[in-house]
């Protein structure tokens, strides 16, 4: 069975008010823009898959796309929630926003957790390009699954063994089709991903 954007992490979703509107503007932008490209979206039988978020500065904290968001082809602020705390050791975290948070959260806060200038994580689908990419860049274990605590871990490995750091982009092999790319705002992890994938279609 396929469980594509299925939250397995336990959460403590505290039902929030929206984000406002200035401080995720550069978000919605490239959310739907990447979506626009059919880098985030939804698979046949209705699971979607794909998200984005921003660190919110000198924090743990970040804002990301809310879970089951895909099929929506612009996203509004109410689309977006906070997670606010997380421990990944015990696959849980707390977010608080209109919107549960993505079922990839926890490797998002791995990620942030490792490098304080990483502000921005985009990840996507592409079946083409994530079969061209896999073991060619930083890649996770083909045994692990998304949203785990392993999944999350692999992010730490990756980093300490894969140079991730300097690469900005690994693929996840135990997720078909899915990778994600990073870097210290939106636009350079737009950018790096928007080279892959134009270099993919030429």
């Known amino acids: ?17 929206k984000v ?22 939804v698979y046949d039988h209705g699971i979607g898959f794909g998200n984005i978020s921003i660190r919110i500065p000198g924090t743990l904290k970040f804002i990301i796309s809310g879970s089951q ?17 997380f421990n990944i050791e015990q696959n849980h975290l ?12 926890l490797t ?9 200038q990483i502000n921005a994580i985009i990840h996507v689908h592409h079946p083409q390009l994530w079969q061209h990419l ?10 692990v699954k998304y949203g785990t605590p392993a999944m999350a871990t692999e992010m730490f490995r990756l980093f300490a063994e894969e140079n991730l750091s300097q690469h900005k982009i690994l693929v996840m092999a135990g997720h078909e ?11 350079e992890a737009g950018e790096i991903l ?9």
């Open 20 to 41: 406002a509107l200035e401080s995720i503007n550069c978000l919605m932008q490239w959310r739907d823009h990447i979506h626009q490209l059919g880098l985030i979206g």
């Open 177 to 187: 089709d899915g990778f994600l790319t990073f870097g210290k705002d939106l636009n």
């Open 69 to 85: 968001t895909g099929h929506l082809a612009q996203l509004e602020a109410e689309h977006f929630t906070v997670v606010t705390d």
């Open 194 to 202: 928007m080279q892959y994938y134009n270099s993919s279609i030429d």
């Open 108 to 116: 998002h806060a791995a990620i942030y957790s490792v490098q304080p």
């Open 1 to 17: 069975m396929i469980d594509e954007g299925v939250v397995k992490y336990s959460c403590e979703w505290v039902l929030g008010e």
């Open 94 to 105: 707390t977010c608080c926003g209109p919107i549960q948070a993505s079922s990839e959260s």
């Open 134 to 143: 896999l073991y060619q860049i930083p890649t996770t274990s083909k045994q």
